[in-house]
């Protein structure tokens, strides 16, 4: 008889770990409080890449593993996952990236080539989620394996602990709360996604944290990262510096219809929280959680050392 695991937050950190603890031969229910499409992740611009913002020595390891997975659903055309080429630009000179040998293409920019006032550069072709499609994909694929879904709010982990001996705790921001993790805060996110099919390749500053990508749910425009603001309301002075800097990058861009502003609460934390701890004698609990804002980057990663850690926690 498969033993039970309960996974706590139905986003993509959630779904992964859910869906690789089943194909790992256990009995899974996620329990959540917001179900897609209500939650940050369908509001993420969601592109693999790289994973150095995670600050923790496995986020090579992670990033690594979600790459495979991505560039195999890309080969699908149902599950929401593409691959775009994307022009990185930099205000400095740049070394390539690590993982450069590992995506399906890059070549670095000529100077000459480069837009007005940027000093390096470089094309490569990678992952892209269209984020609905692609939440809706995890879900189905979770129920189709037997998972069960439960609609509800947990406050607190402690809740769960008599009747749940196994919990997987992908609570994104809300650990801050329900693990009573002080270290956990808001990275609010604002997009814009525009109706703009004549877009094909995606663009990308770092520096001034300016994004467009091309999906075939709309363009998204972004960003902004804004930590310990809650506010989950559209800020019009946001749309409008983002609006200011895509234009910058993609002169008329301004002219194409809106389909959608959006915001989300990445869950900011110095590195990412995965790891085991003892709730009580009779339950273990897996925190997988702090990812900020490259969860789509290292959610397959950090997966497979959740089914890993729940292995553990039932041979002690």
């Not at 709010?153 to 008599?162: G, K, Q, S």
């Not at 972004?222 to 002075?237: A, E, K």
């Not at 910058?248 to 990445?266: C, D, Y």
Request: charged share 20%.
């Amino acid at each position: 008889m498969a033993l039970p695991v309960t996974v706590i937050g139905c986003g993509v950190i959630g779904l992964t770990s859910a869906i690789r603890l089943q194909e790992n031969g256990f009995e899974v229910t996620i329990i959540s409080r917001d179900l897609p499409p209500n939650l940050t992740s369908a509001v993420a611009g969601a592109y693999w890449y790289g994973g150095e913002l995670a600050f923790h020595s496995a986020r090579h390891r992670w990033s690594t593993e979600s790459l495979k997975e991505y560039l195999r659903l890309a080969k699908e055309n149902y599950c929401g996952v593409s691959t775009f080429r994307m022009l990185e630009v930099f205000g400095a000179k740049v070394s390539d990236p690590w993982f450069k040998d590992l995506i399906p293409s890059y070549e670095r920019v000529k100077t000459a080539d480069l837009p007005s006032g940027y000093a390096d550069g470089y094309w490569m072709e990678i992952p892209i989620v269209e984020t609905p499609r692609y939440l809706n994909y995890l879900v189905d694929r979770f129920q189709q394996g037997g998972g069960q879904i439960q609609h509800r709010t947990i406050a607190d982990l402690a809740e769960l602990a008599n009747d749940h001996p196994l919990i997987v705790n992908c609570t994104g921001v809300y650990a801050r709360f329900v693990a009573h993790d002080a270290q956990v805060y808001p990275l609010r996110g604002q997009v814009i996604k525009i109706d703009a099919p004549h877009i094909k390749n995606a663009f990308n500053d770092d520096d001034a944290f300016t994004y467009i990508l091309p999906r075939r749910d709309g363009c998204v425009l972004g960003g902004v990262s804004q930590r310990d603001n809650w506010n989950l309301n559209i800020d019009t002075s946001d749309s409008e510096d983002i609006w200011r800097r895509c234009e910058k990058a993609i002169p008329g861009i301004r002219q194409s219809p809106v389909i959608a502003e959006l915001v989300g609460l990445r869950p900011g934390r110095y590195q990412v929280r995965l790891e085991s701890e003892t709730l009580t004698e009779n339950c273990t609990v897996i925190h997988n959680y702090g990812h900020g804002g490259i969860g789509y980057t290292l959610s397959w990663g950090c997966a497979l050392d959740v089914v890993e850690l729940v292995k553990q926690a039932i041979t002690k």
